[in-house]
């Protein structure tokens, strides 16, 4: 499960290319706003089949619902992350919401560029950590299940949408 990119946020859309290239199927967050939550739905297209209620919010118009348990890796936003895997998101809880769902078994991965990496995040008890994150710099692991430390990630090649 892949988030559809914000303007200033690192773009997904070379990772749902490359995934649909390996026969993956991609599934993102449509948003219900009046229940304030996420379901996953599968997408087959970057271009078609998205409105735009929210200026810049591409939210799917279609796509099949995905039981939580088929899902693999979910890979969320934030403003910004710290090194204990905490997450700052937008104040909607809705990626802390979904990641509580009992049926959710698949590991949580944040994606943000090196400089949305900070000292402290605030949180609360219904905050919930990613498991990972990936920035343009390293990956870093957080919990009892996390590889040797220290493990480094490639330089990636990293666009923002504004350039």
């Known amino acids: 499960m892949m988030y559809m990119s914000l303007p200033h946020e690192l773009d ?5 290319l490359c995934a649909w290239q390996l026969g993956k199927t ?10 304030r939550h996420m379901i996953p739905v599968q997408i087959n297209s970057l271009e078609t089949g998205f409105s735009e209620e ?6 799917p118009t279609t796509g ?6 088929d899902i693999d890796m979910v890979v969320a ?8 895997g905490n997450r700052l998101g937008r104040g909607g809880s809705y990626y802390d ?32 950590p990613v498991d990972m994150l990936v920035t343009d710099e390293e990956v870093l692991y957080f919990g009892k299940d996390k590889p040797a430390s220290g493990v480094k990630a490639k330089k990636a090649r990293v666009s923002r949408q504004d350039k």
């Open 12 to 16: 997904t859309s070379e990772a749902i």
């Open 26 to 35: 991609v599934v993102v967050p449509k948003v219900s706003w009046q229940q």
């Open 54 to 59: 929210v200026p810049g919010l591409r939210n």
């Open 64 to 69: 099949a619902p995905v039981p939580f348990e």
């Open 77 to 84: 936003p934030g403003l910004g992350f710290d090194r204990k």
């Open 97 to 128: 919401r979904f990641f509580a769902n009992k049926e959710l078994k698949a590991p949580k991965c944040g994606f943000a560029f090196s400089e949305q990496v900070i000292e402290t995040v605030p949180v609360t008890e219904h905050d919930v």
